[in-house]
């Protein structure tokens, strides 16, 4: 091959030793500072930090807009909304979907997931069954999700504190309402441990 | 808690690769030619354990090799918590086999020399060559600018490095009599992470009114105010009497024999127990190698690849670099560490470096169970980092404090895991 159309290719990123890894791809070098919380590629290691992986593009896009906001207020991703809105939403809602979710390592209590177990059908009329949401009504997947993050986002619910006054989260924030907190801790045990 | 069974929680896989490699630890002449393309990381702190384990995940075909004395990694954020006893050394201890499975060459050796013309690190006797290098040396003291230090370096302890000194400080805390005097100073910034000395300041002064409620914190800061999250832990310190905060203090003296440190304007203060953080510079090897600007302290580097703007193919990160509107701290590091290493790959597979900027969130223990936190983030603008944002919260809570612990766990995962 001559040299100018070898290095040619190369510029253009055809060729090389390598093949495309797992941090090219639109949105996946930006997405590299949230692994600091969110672990590799949106795989929380830990209890408080939601995982990233796999989860469906209008749901980041709706969360990064409501933290941008202040709708959801988080002192730690209110910046970092502001700094995947300035990267492109889309390139990084498309990158942690395309990453294959694995549930939680967080050890669960059995006992707590079988009494989360009997008080989670009040959730499936709008979660479903399986936990996995429903976009048409913008209801996002509980599954798999370190159970701190889970309990935390129902209290704040509960207190009205995640997109306060929203009319569309006034059910959920009303059944909230009637679930003792120690509940609410059980119901966070069960969904994290659904695949 | 032992060593091993927390260490154990990074080993979830590999532990057979890993014993493998440590029955055959590399050597220094194993690596005196390169075959294919070679990355030198030099230091296996917060940004070069991050750079060398992510040049090894962005391209496999590239050889790395990280150079570390020590055996293993101790972490400085949460080490405040070893002072008041919330926390043991042994929690924020780990070792570097996840690395070595990962493909990372791990040498524990101390670089020398850097020739930047031929491309080698020296190493002993031996050499390194290399295509491009990561610097990630951290801070070193500047002892000649507190008379006395030198000559006491170990005895006076600084703590601003986690590990034996940490844990001796500790203990000189614990058997302080019960009414001494505990004196922390602060060097003039820039220093390794602006809010640490403040929540230092919270930890020993918690440790003491739960347990030494006679005793008193006498802290001299070179600083005419606190240097970052001034009015939250002004806030916490209100559950602190026992704190005497002296700002634009700073501490030009010791005299370990009379127990005494002098300040510029001459005021001598008698300690039982003292803790002298030194001001800082780049590490050594940065200093050496030509590497920092005219202060000769820290380096500067392109804020899109880091490399170093005076010399090519070394990239330098970490608390040693300058010029970026960020601060000295481990999740910046980690970052740099990340963004650096995509850097060098596509710089070495001769492609286009994407934009990527940094972040940082920087929590503090304020108490025993409560901590504060800022968080900063960043765009790229001209090819510079720019800040966008910087949020705090709005006041101490448990919450933060359980934020501060997934943060932990998730970046000590993200470099060495
Ligand atoms: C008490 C305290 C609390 C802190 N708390 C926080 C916090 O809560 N959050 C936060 O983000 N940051 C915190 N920091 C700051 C953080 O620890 C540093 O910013 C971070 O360690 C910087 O990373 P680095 O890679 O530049 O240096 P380091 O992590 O210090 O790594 C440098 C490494 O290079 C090695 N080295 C040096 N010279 C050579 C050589 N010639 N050859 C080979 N190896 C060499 C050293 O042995 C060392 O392991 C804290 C710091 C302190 C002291």
């Not at chain 1, 913008?138 to 701190?148: C, I, Y």
Request: aromatic residues 8%; glycine residues 8%; positive net charge.
């Amino acid at each position: 091959m001559p040299i100018i159309l070898i290095s040619l290719l190369l510029a253009l990123g055809l060729t090389g030793p390598a093949a495309a890894g797992p941090l090219d791809g639109p949105g996946a070098p930006q997405a590299l500072v949230c692994s600091a919380c969110h672990g590799f590629a949106g795989q929380s290691q830990s209890n408080t930090m939601p995982i990233l992986a796999g989860m469906a593009p209008w749901y980041f896009k709706k969360s990064i807009q409501d933290y941008a906001a202040g709708k959801r207020t988080s002192p730690e991703m209110e910046p970092y909304a502001k700094q995947v809105l300035q990267f492109g939403v889309d390139d990084m809602a498309a990158y942690f979907a395309g990453q294959k979710r694995t549930a939680s390592p967080v050890k669960l209590d059995s006992a707590a997931v079988e009494r989360g177990r009997a008080a989670a059908v009040q959730c499936t009329l709008c979660h479903g069954v399986s936990g996995k949401g429903d976009p048409a009504k913008g209801v996002p997947d509980l599954t798999g999700q370190p159970p701190g993050y889970l309990r935390h986002q129902m209290l704040l619910f509960k207190a009205d504190r995640r997109s306060p006054g929203d009319a569309q989260l006034k059910v959920i924030k009303a059944l909230m309402l009637t679930i003792p907190d120690e509940q609410l801790a059980d119901l966070a045990q069960y969904w994290s441990s659904v695949r | 808690m032992t060593v091993s069974t927390r260490r154990a929680f990074l080993q979830t896989s590999g532990t057979g690769l890993a014993l493998l490699a440590a029955g055959c630890a590399p050597k220094v002449s194993d690596f005196a030619q390169k075959t294919g393309r070679r990355v030198v990381v030099i230091g296996g702190g917060w940004g070069g354990a991050t750079a060398a384990k992510y040049v090894r995940l962005a391209d496999p075909s590239i050889e790395v090799v990280l150079l570390e004395p020590n055996k293993e990694f101790v972490s400085c954020p949460f080490s405040n918590l070893v002072l008041s006893g919330v926390r043991t050394i042994e929690s924020m201890t780990f070792d570097y086999s996840r690395l070595r499975d990962h493909g990372v060459r791990v040498l524990h050796e101390m670089a020398t020399a850097i020739e930047p013309e031929a491309r080698r690190v020296k190493v002993g006797d031996g050499y390194l060559p290399y295509d491009r290098l990561i610097v990630s040396p951290g801070v070193e003291f500047q002892w000649e600018q507190v008379e006395g230090l030198a000559a006491a370096q170990d005895r006076v302890l600084h703590a601003w490095k986690a590990g034996p000194q940490t844990v001796e400080l500790a203990r000189q805390l614990q058997s302080m009599a019960d009414g001494g005097v505990f004196v922390l100073t602060i060097p003039p910034a820039a220093y390794r992470c602006p809010p640490g000395p403040y929540e230092r300041t919270c930890q020993v002064a918690w440790y003491l009114k739960t347990r030494k409620p006679k005793s008193k914190l006498i802290v001299l800061d070179a600083n005419p105010n606190l240097v970052s999250k001034a009015a939250l832990f002004r806030a916490a310190w209100a559950n602190y009497p026992n704190i005497e905060y002296r700002a634009s203090n700073k501490v030009v003296k010791v005299d370990p024999g009379a127990r005494e440190v002098t300040t510029e304007l001459g005021d001598k203060v008698k300690y039982d127990v003292l803790n002298l953080i030194p001001p800082q510079r780049a590490g050594t090897i940065a200093v050496q190698a030509d590497l920092v600007g005219a202060d000769k302290r820290w380096c500067e580097v392109n804020h899109l690849t880091y490399e170093s703007v005076k010399y090519k193919n070394i990239h330098v990160i970490g608390d040693s670099t300058i010029g970026l509107p960020v601060p000295k701290s481990g999740n910046v590091a980690n970052a740099m560490g990340k963004i650096c290493a995509v850097a060098v790959v596509n710089l070495l597979n001769d492609k286009p470096v994407p934009p990527m900027a940094p972040g940082n969130t920087c929590y503090s223990w304020v108490s025993d169970r409560e901590a504060i936190a800022v968080v900063n983030s960043y765009k790229i603008e001209g090819g510079k980092v720019v800040q966008i944002e910087q949020k705090l919260t709005p006041g101490q809570s448990e919450m933060w404090a359980q934020n501060a612990v997934g943060w932990a766990n998730s970046i000590w995962h993200d470099m060495l895991g």
